[in-house]
C-alpha cells in the first residue's frame, strides 16, 4: 500500500507519493481489514509512455469519486 497523488493533466493517471520511507506498507493476508476497497489499476510501461508517466498508474475511472476525475477546473 502507497500514497498516490493525480499527475498534472491527466483524469486517472497517479504517481506514487514521496513520503520517505514510512510511505509503503506491505501487507500481509491478515492486514486486509486495513484496506476498504481495492481500485483496479494498471502499471503504465516505459515503452508505451513518455518518460513523465514513468513509473506510473492508471487507475479505473468508474472506482474513482467523480471530483477526482478533473483536469484543472473542468469536470470530465
Known amino acids: 500500500m502507497a500514497y498516490l497523488e493525480k499527475v498534472d493533466g ?3 493517471v497517479f504517481k506514487r507519493q514521496e513520503k ?4 509503503i506498507r ?3 493476508k491478515d492486514d ?4 476498504s ?3 483496479p489499476a494498471r502499471k503504465l510501461l516505459c515503452d ?5 508517466l514513468k513509473d ?3 487507475l479505473d475511472p468508474a472506482s474513482l469519486p ?6 484543472g477546473a473542468l469536470v470530465a
Do not use: N, R
Open 10 to 12: 491527466y483524469k486517472t
Open 20 to 23: 520517505g520511507g514510512g510511505a
Open 26 to 28: 506491505f501487507l500481509g
Open 32 to 35: 486486509m481489514w486495513l484496506v
Open 37 to 39: 476497497h481495492q481500485i
Open 48 to 52: 508505451e509512455t513518455p518518460e513523465l
Open 56 to 58: 506510473c498508474w492508471e
Open 66 to 71: 467523480s471530483d477526482l476525475l478533473t483536469i
